[in-house]
């Protein structure tokens, strides 16, 4: 069965990628998934990225009781894991069941009640108009997303760490200042870029052949979100191998 349902899903990235018809109506469609992908988001994810690195701060702090290891290493911790693991996963993870359960929902939705059926009796590439937007945002705005967490995280772990004593602020922007190295952006973007193919995609798929009524197209979001979850975290093993 895997097989089957991974052939169908690479069947169907072959019609979404293949070229468009008119790029005028497709750019329209790209920024209005940009703004519900994107901006709808901001809020969400600035709230979960700032209390996450806070309590980062926090749970750091308590772990290091040795008098020998200088406060400013609590920083360097809180950074190096925000840009490369916490950010990128725990924003794609969220992402999934907000995002994900949309696109599945709304394809699933027009499946159902046989308007994707219209628009391909009609000569339209349907799966090229209603998900190839989709994609593109995805992997344009959850890279920028990841950036806005890792930010956020790292402000979070100097409040944290501020309010609760557990590190001074200037020790605090001196670990996350002191051995810094860039490459590790460019890993958090590469899983950033990653992940925003898996969520649009793999909920789209999930909601383009979904079969049934209002009761499929809810089983095939939760269904869409599970199976992103899952490929998002092997995903994230693979880019780490690799990468690091």
Known sequence: MFFTYFGQYLLLLKSVFRRPEKWRIYWKEIIHEMNEIGVGSLGLIGIISTFVGAVMTMQIAFQLVSDLIPTSVIGQINRDSSILELSPTITALVLAGKVGSSIS????????????????????????????????????????????????????????????????????????????????VAVALVKAFVFGFIITSVSAFKGFYVRGGALEVGQASTRGVVISCITILVADYIVTALML
């Open 105 to 184: 929902s709304q394809i699933g939705s027009m499946r159902v009640t046989e308007q994707i059926d219209a628009l391909e009796i009609m000569g339209i590439n349907a799966p090229g108009y209603l998900i190839l937007p989709k994609i593109l945002a995805g992997i344009t705005m959850i890279p920028v997303l990841v950036i806005m967490s890792i930010f956020l995280a790292l402000v979070g772990g100097l409040l944290g760490g501020s309010l609760s004593g557990a590190v001074t602020p200037a020790d605090y922007i001196n670990g996350i200042t002191d051995g810094f190295i860039g490459y590790t």
